[in-house]
Nanobody, 115 residues
Framework: QVQLVESGGGLVQAGGSLRLSCAAS????????MGWYRQAPGKQRELVAT???????NYADSVKARFTISRDNAHNTMYLQLNSLKPEDTAVYYC?????????WGQGTQVTVSS
């Protein structure tokens, strides 16, 4: 079993920045792809960014050039740097980890961007 704990969310004005963290713990044999997803009120959960164990990244078009995903494999931690935030980035951000054949989700952290 893998536990994921997100942190770093909060309230920020448009144009501001935040840094989200996701720490994985528990019975970790291997962590493959890690990713961030988000869900705004009344909308479906959507992909924000993913990063493979080798460091290859993928971003949603809406966040390219503004968000940066990274990971520290030695500490089983993933980060998401959010810059130039917009009100439409307001959502609960979820950490996702693929470990072998299992997928794990964090509890989510709220990001609110005021205009």
């Amino acid at each position: 079993q893998v536990q994921l704990v997100e942190s770093g969310g909060g309230l920020v004005q448009a144009g501001g920045s935040l840094r989200l963290s996701c720490a994985a713990s528990g019975r970790i044999l291997i962590i493959n792809t890690m990713g961030w997803y988000r869900q705004a009120p009344g909308k479906q959960r959507e992909l924000v960014a993913t990063i493979t164990s080798g460091g290859n990244t993928n971003y949603a078009d809406s966040v390219k050039a503004r968000f940066t995903i990274s990971r520290d494999n030695a500490h089983n931690t993933m980060y998401l740097q959010l810059n130039s935030l917009k009100p439409e980035d307001t959502a609960v951000y979820y950490c996702n980890v693929l470990s072998g054949v299992f997928t794990y989700w964090g509890q989510g952290t709220q990001v609110t961007v005021s205009s």
